[in-house]
């Protein structure tokens, strides 16, 4: 099994900050990582697949790049309805499909 | 407008089974897979099973295999999660969830709203 850490676990960030949060995989995933949002109360939101590929409808502030075991999350100007808990996942090799712990990015 | 829409949770006894149902509008599955995911009270994602879309293939997490049963009904567009032998850890609120690209591409673009299933006495 796949074992995906992020870090760090909570971040305390001010709207308009530029953030950038990390993802590590416990052995190669090639490109096979997606970035999720979740908000308290609802399902998680797709943000990115492929590593670095932005999902329909989500805004250019969001982007995500690495390979291999190494990715992050970059959020370029966050606004504050960024803060929310944000969820990287491998689909490299499964089963089983794993998810990092989260990050929760929360108001300074 | 693309939705999925889960139902069937509540609350259960201990060793009891229950299954959960997803229904789809708006997307056509084709070679999509459906994925079913739980969250614990406070807790993180956890990945529990996979249904192709054309084969209907099915895959399972260890922590479920054996007791939870994922299958399809294509000409109702639903998704079924059958659960039994339910423990106290398997309190959650269940997900269904879309990947367009199959089983080769599994990231989850549509989600529905969840349903809570509660293991308790």
């Known amino acids: 099994e796949i074992l995906m850490t992020q870090s760090p676990a909570t971040l305390s960030v001010s709207a308009g900050d530029r953030l950038t949060l990390s993802c590590r995989a416990s052995?190669?995933?090639?490109?096979?990582l997606a970035w999720y949002q979740q908000k308290p109360g609802q399902a998680p939101r797709l943000l990115i697949y492929?590593?670095?590929t932005r999902a329909t409808g989500i805004p250019a502030r969001f982007s995500g790049s690495g390979s291999g075991t190494e990715f992050t999350l970059t959020i370029s100007r966050l606004q504050a309805d960024d803060f929310a808990v944000y969820y990287c996942?491998?689909?490299?090799?499964?089963?089983?499909?794993?998810f990092g712990g989260g990050t929760k990015v929360e108001i300074k | 407008e693309v939705q999925l829409v889960e139902s069937g949770g509540g609350l259960v006894q201990p060793g009891e089974s229950v299954t959960v149902s997803c229904v789809a509008s708006g997307l056509t599955f084709g070679n999509a897979a459906v994925s079913w995911v739980r969250q614990a009270p406070g807790r993180g994602l956890e990945w529990l099973s996979a249904i192709s879309g054309f084969g209907g293939d099915t895959y399972y997490a260890d922590s479920v295999k054996g007791r939870f049963t994922i299958s399809r009904d294509i000409a109702k567009n639903t998704w079924y999660l059958q659960m039994k032998y339910l423990r106290a850890d398997d309190t959650a609120v269940y997900y269904c969830a879309h990947a367009p690209g199959g089983f080769g591409e599994l990231s989850l673009d549509h989600w529905g709203q969840g349903t809570l299933v509660t293991v308790s006495s």
């Open positions: 492929g590593a670095s």
């Open positions: 052995q190669s995933i090639s490109t096979n």
């Open positions: 996942q491998q689909y490299h090799m499964w089963p089983p499909v794993t």
